[in-house]
């Protein structure tokens, strides 16, 4: 059955019993995006954008006009509807189960972890950002299988953009902003089966960052169903173990796993360690605990309501043969 991979979010680190780490019960409903040494992020840890239209200036009247129509189409090519979760593919060995996934920069490994502790099927969201020369910083908010109605204002897209390749990128408003002309809007790829989307606060982009943008990030669907992004100047992606890097989250609402992909130092006094946020405990405490895999350049994070899962995932979960993107 399909269902929302996850509600809109902040992709910013929200800080917690001293840990940057997500909020399961209170998710903002949109992002907010700032500067290259601001770059936001959703759970500890996502970019896209391209070249300019550099022959802009030697345009024609006839194809700048015929660009200026070809920006206001009548209909959508998005997918619109409830977007759905990705359950990756696995294997198993002995009592283990083996999860093969692809990060969003391309970078690979292997999720070994006991069949009690089903992280597939929490579903798989991926995440990266990227920054478009001095301009825009932004995190990308991904879905997989469609772009519900609700994040949506109006019947089509208010522009299209010429993307690298596959469908126009498309400028919609966001749906909680309403109709209202400084409105928040979204930039939304469409990579089928998955779509990224990426955060125009109050419409402040320019036409020819937006099309930047639009043809400066390329993605495409994996091997194992995830997906892969890449981008050319002078939009960058954030890389492995920097800021707001590429990370694989799962979700199923009462609890998540995120994986970062680059290398780390554990804690010595927090790695592994489960505690309680803002120091509650009970029946309301959500618990948070991290582990790094010095000679595997991956970071785990475990956020749960229960805290027997918690110490479940850091303990008993593991990563192996991860091959780094070049």
Known sequence: ???????????????????????????????????????????ATASIVAFTLLAAACETAGESESRARSTRPPSSQLRIGDSESLTPATHKERRKVVMPVTFPDGSTAEIVYPSDTDIAAMGAQPYSSGQLGDCCARDFFVLYGGVPKGELAGEAPLKTYRGVDGPPVEYWRNGASGHDPKSDRWLIFNFHPWYVLVWDEKGSMTDQDLASWARGLAGAQTRDGLLRLRADEPLQLARAGEHAGPELLFSDRRQMVSFFVGACEPDPKDDRKVVPLGGKTGPEAEWFASRCFVDQSMRTHVQSENETFARRVIDRVEVRNVQLAS
């Open 1 to 43: 059955m399909s269902r929302l991979v996850l509600p809109l979010f902040a992709a910013a680190e929200q800080k917690a019993a001293g840990k940057g780490v997500r909020t399961l019960r209170k998710r903002r409903t949109r992002a907010s995006h700032q500067s290259s040494d601001k770059r936001m992020r959703v759970g």
